[in-house]
């Protein structure tokens, strides 16, 4: 068995892969890190004694999973699980924003996902076993006033997980969605809004946690999975207020 996970060189990514690790699946790590990825790879392969492959790609510019893709096959390696992990998300006013910026994400963080899903669970169903992983976000349940591009392709990705996870079932593939909330990781200094720090003290969980708890569920063959006790609760309560109080209360929390 081997999983591939892209965003791989840190953060839940990263941690997932050791998941994977414990139970002896062979992994391909996806990232643009490479130095990064070859360490952790190294520590993996001596700790586990597992087989890990680095493809170091940019997974944000155009036709990367077509490119991807060819690389896995040419290495004659089989995909049992494919985790789109990889995403990034942007801090401040839409119009003000850099468009660059958000066109990357949108490639990003929809269009890689959907490509790589398209080839690799066409060759789950071809075979009739399979697990797809999608990270989406506690933002794929509400409006993302400030960050409004990155939310929106987080409810992509729930919405496109949730109905290929119906299509895909029959075949004996199974489609999952973590939908973590802020975890202690790079991507707020990367979004603009600044690092949270790793800290015992944290609000915020480690993003081994995260990992730990994804991967437990997706074993599980769990279809959307949130973590976090008030993170489920905020992302569940929303459903019965109104959509402007939502949008309001959203930006208030995003502004400040």
Same mark, same amino acid.
């Given at each position: 068995?081997?999983?591939?996970i892209?965003?791989?060189s ?8 050791? %998941?994977f !690790? ?6 391909i ?6 130095a ?5 790879a190294?520590?993996?392969?001596t ?9 170091a790609l ?8 077509n490119?991807?893709y060819?690389k896995?096959?040419?290495l ?16 401040? %006013? ?7 910026k958000q066109?990357?994400m ?5 269009l890689?996902?959907?490509?790589l899903?398209?080839?690799?669970? !066409?060759d ?16 794929s349940?509400?409006p ?5 591009v990155?939310? !929106?392709? +987080?409810h992509y990705v ?5 109905a290929?996870?119906?299509?895909l079932?029959? &075949?004996?593939? &199974?489609?999952s969605?973590?939908?973590?909330g802020?975890?202690q990781?790079?991507?707020? %200094? ?25 991967y437990?569920?997706?074993? +599980?063959?769990r ?7 008030k993170?489920a ?7 019965f207020?109104?959509r402007?109080v939502?949008r309001?209360?959203a &930006? ?5």
């Open positions: 068995m081997t999983a591939l892209t965003g791989a840190a953060g839940i990514g990263k941690e997932l892969a050791v %998941e !690790a414990k139970d002896k699946v062979d992994l790590l996806v990232a643009r890190r490479e990064s990825m070859l360490a952790h190294a520590e993996l392969q700790k586990y004694g597992i087989q890990v492959t680095v493809i940019d997974l944000s510019a155009p036709n990367r999973a490119e991807l060819a896995v096959k040419s004659r390696l089989q995909v049992s699980t494919l985790v789109n992990n990889a995403g990034f998300g942007d801090n401040g %006013e839409f119009v003000d924003s850099d468009l660059q066109k990357d949108i490639n990003l963080n929809i890689t996902l959907t490509k899903t398209h080839l690799f669970g !066409a789950m169903k071809a075979r009739k076993s399979g697990s797809i992983m999608n990270v989406a976000s506690t933002a349940f509400q993302g006033p400030i960050m409004a990155y939310v !929106a392709t +987080k729930l919405a496109f997980s949730e290929i996870a119906e299509e079932k029959p &075949y004996d593939v &199974y489609v969605t973590l939908c973590p802020p975890t990781s790079e991507f707020g %200094e990367v979004a603009g809004f600044g690092k949270i720090v790793p800290s015992d003290s944290s609000p915020f969980p480690k993003a081994d946690k995260v990992a730990k708890f994804g437990a569920q997706m074993k +599980k063959k279809v959307v999975f949130i973590h976090g006790f993170n609760l905020q992302a569940n309560l929303v459903r207020i109104p402007s939502v309001k209360v &930006y208030a929390i995003m502004k400040n």
